[in-house]
C-alpha cells in the first residue's frame, strides 16, 4: 500500500490567507506523515469534473504572502449538478483519494458536511469568510486584512472629505453580518455604522450627518453591502443568482448617498470598496491563523476525525462537527452594536 493520498480544495470567494493554509498542510502532511496532496481545481468543480494540479512541497513554496488561492476558487454546487455525487466518488477513486480537505465558508463545508454525513465521503473543514459570519470560530482568516483595508481606506477619506465638507459614504462587504463594518467602522472613526443585523433609520442618519456639519466636521458614513433601511428591501445591483442562491449585492452606498443629498442638501460621495477587500497580501494575523488552521487540519485527517472544521476559540485551534459550524451564522450582537453607538453623530 503507498502513501496516503489526501485532496485538497478551496470554495467560495477568494481570500488572503487560502495559500497559507494551503502550504500548512503540505508540509506538514509531507514532512511529518509522508502523505501525498492533490489539488483540485476551482472548489467543487475539481473533483466534480477531475481537473487537478499536483500539490507537493515545491509547489507551496514562497506562496504564504500571496493573496488569492493557487488552486483557484468557484462557486459550484455538485448538489445542483447532473450526478453530481457520483461524478465526484468516481473521480475520487480515480485519482486514489483517501479523504479530501474543504477550505470554505458556510456553502462550501455545507457541501462537506452533507458529503461526509450522507454520502461517507472523508472530508475534513477548514473555515474561510472574510464577513467572520461562521458560529463555531472566534476568527476566521481573511477578516483581519480586510478590515485593515477598510480601515485604512477610511483614513484616507477623513480627509477628503473634510477638505471638500461633504459626506463620504463607504460600503464594506457583509451580506448577513456587519463585522467588517463594525470593527473597521470603529478603528476608522466613522461617524455613523450601518449593518444588516439592524435596519436602519434614513432619517436618523441624516440627523447625524447634520450633527457632525454643525460640529465643522465631514461625516464618513460606513454601511455593510446588507444593510437595508427600515421601510424598504435589500439594495441589488441586479437579480441574477449564484449556484448556492445568493444574490449579487451592491448598491446600498449609492443609494444612501442619494437619500443624505436629497434630505440634507449636503453633498455626498460613495466609495464602494468591493474586491480590494479581499485581494492582496495577508496580514500577519491572518497569515498566523490560515497556517496553524492548515497544521490542525492535517492532524484531524491523520486521526482520522472526519466531518469536522478546524475553528479557533480565544487562542486554541479546536475541531468542531461541521454542520454545527453551519447551522446558524455568527451575526452582531446588539449590545455590542449599542456600545459603539457613542460615536454616532
Same mark, same amino acid.
Given at each position: 500500500?503507498?502513501?496516503?493520498k489526501?485532496?485538497?480544495?478551496?470554495?467560495?470567494?477568494?481570500?488572503?490567507?487560502l495559500?497559507?493554509?494551503?502550504?500548512?498542510?503540505?508540509?506538514?502532511?509531507? #514532512?511529518?506523515?509522508?502523505?501525498?496532496?492533490?489539488?483540485?481545481?476551482?472548489?467543487?468543480?475539481?473533483?466534480?469534473?477531475?481537473?487537478?494540479?499536483?500539490?507537493?512541497?515545491?509547489?507551496?513554496?514562497?506562496?504564504?504572502?500571496?493573496?488569492?488561492?493557487?488552486?483557484?476558487?468557484?462557486?459550484?454546487?455538485?448538489?445542483?449538478?447532473?450526478?453530481?455525487?457520483?461524478?465526484?466518488?468516481?473521480?475520487?477513486?480515480?485519482?486514489?483519494?483517501?479523504?479530501?480537505?474543504?477550505?470554505?465558508?458556510?456553502?462550501?463545508?455545507?457541501v462537506?458536511?452533507?458529503?461526509?454525513?450522507?454520502?461517507?465521503?472523508?472530508?475534513?473543514?477548514?473555515?474561510?469568510?472574510?464577513?467572520?459570519?461562521?458560529?463555531? &470560530?472566534?476568527?476566521?482568516?481573511?477578516?483581519?486584512?480586510?478590515?485593515?483595508?477598510?480601515?485604512?481606506?477610511?483614513?484616507? /477619506?477623513?480627509?477628503?472629505?473634510?477638505s471638500?465638507?461633504?459626506? /463620504?459614504?463607504?460600503?464594506?462587504? @457583509?451580506?448577513?453580518?456587519?463585522?467588517?463594518?463594525?470593527?473597521? @467602522?470603529?478603528a476608522?472613526?466613522?461617524?455613523?455604522?450601518?449593518?444588516?443585523? #439592524?435596519?436602519?433609520?434614513?432619517?436618523?442618519?441624516?440627523?447625524?450627518?447634520?450633527?457632525?456639519?454643525?460640529?465643522?466636521?465631514?461625516?464618513?458614513?460606513?454601511?455593510a453591502?446588507?444593510?437595508?433601511?427600515?421601510?424598504?428591501?435589500?439594495?441589488?445591483?441586479?437579480?441574477? /443568482?449564484?449556484?448556492?442562491?445568493?444574490?449579487?449585492?451592491?448598491g446600498?452606498?449609492?443609494? /444612501?448617498?442619494?437619500?443624505?443629498?436629497?434630505?440634507? @442638501?449636503?453633498?455626498?460621495?460613495? &466609495?464602494?470598496?468591493?474586491?480590494? #477587500?479581499?485581494?492582496?497580501?495577508?496580514?500577519?494575523?491572518?497569515?498566523?491563523?490560515?497556517?496553524?488552521?492548515?497544521?490542525?487540519?492535517?492532524?484531524?485527517?491523520?486521526? @482520522?476525525?472526519?466531518?469536522?472544521?478546524?475553528?479557533?476559540?480565544?487562542?486554541?485551534?479546536?475541531?468542531?462537527?461541521?454542520?454545527?459550524? &453551519?447551522?446558524?451564522?455568527?451575526?452582531?450582537?446588539?449590545?455590542?452594536?449599542?456600545?459603539?453607538?457613542?460615536?454616532?453623530?
Amino acid at each position: 500500500m503507498g502513501a496516503k493520498k489526501i485532496g485538497v480544495l478551496t470554495g467560495g470567494g477568494d481570500c488572503p490567507g487560502l495559500n497559507a493554509v494551503i502550504r500548512g498542510i503540505v508540509r506538514k502532511g509531507v #514532512q511529518e506523515y509522508d502523505y501525498d496532496f492533490t489539488g483540485f481545481r476551482d472548489g467543487w468543480r475539481g473533483p466534480l469534473e477531475g481537473d487537478t494540479v499536483p500539490l507537493d512541497i515545491p509547489a507551496v513554496r514562497g506562496i504564504l504572502p500571496r493573496g488569492g488561492t493557487i488552486l483557484g476558487s468557484s462557486r459550484t454546487n455538485p448538489f445542483k449538478e447532473e450526478n453530481g455525487i457520483r461524478r465526484i466518488k468516481e473521480n475520487l477513486a480515480k485519482y486514489e483519494i483517501d479523504s479530501l480537505i474543504a477550505i470554505g465558508g458556510e456553502d462550501t463545508l455545507g457541501v462537506a458536511a452533507r458529503l461526509t454525513d450522507e454520502y461517507g465521503i472523508p472530508v475534513v473543514g477548514v473555515p474561510k469568510t472574510i464577513d467572520n459570519d461562521l458560529s463555531a &470560530t472566534d476568527y476566521t482568516f481573511g477578516f483581519d486584512t480586510a478590515v485593515g483595508i477598510a480601515t485604512e481606506a477610511i483614513d484616507r /477619506l477623513h480627509t477628503t472629505a473634510e477638505s471638500h465638507m461633504r459626506v /463620504l459614504v463607504v460600503e464594506v462587504m @457583509g451580506r448577513h453580518a456587519g463585522w467588517i463594518a463594525l470593527h473597521s @467602522g470603529l478603528a476608522g472613526g466613522a461617524n455613523v455604522i450601518l449593518i444588516p443585523e #439592524q435596519r436602519f433609520d434614513v432619517e436618523q442618519v441624516c440627523a447625524w450627518v447634520t450633527s457632525r456639519f454643525k460640529a465643522s466636521y465631514a461625516p464618513i458614513v460606513v454601511v455593510a453591502e446588507g444593510a437595508m433601511p427600515k421601510d424598504g428591501d435589500m439594495v441589488l445591483k441586479d437579480q441574477s /443568482l449564484d449556484s448556492f442562491g445568493h444574490v449579487r449585492l451592491s448598491g446600498v452606498g449609492e443609494w /444612501l448617498a442619494k437619500e443624505i443629498e436629497k434630505r440634507t @442638501g449636503k453633498e455626498a460621495r460613495t &466609495t464602494v470598496l468591493g474586491h480590494v #477587500q479581499r485581494g492582496g497580501t495577508p496580514s500577519a494575523f491572518d497569515r498566523w491563523l490560515a497556517t496553524r488552521f492548515g497544521l490542525h487540519a492535517i492532524e484531524a485527517v491523520r486521526d @482520522g476525525d472526519f466531518g469536522k472544521m478546524v475553528a479557533l476559540r480565544g487562542t486554541d485551534i479546536v475541531r468542531v462537527p461541521i454542520a454545527e459550524a &453551519t447551522a446558524k451564522l455568527k451575526t452582531v450582537d446588539p449590545e455590542l452594536y449599542k456600545e459603539v453607538g457613542v460615536f454616532f453623530g
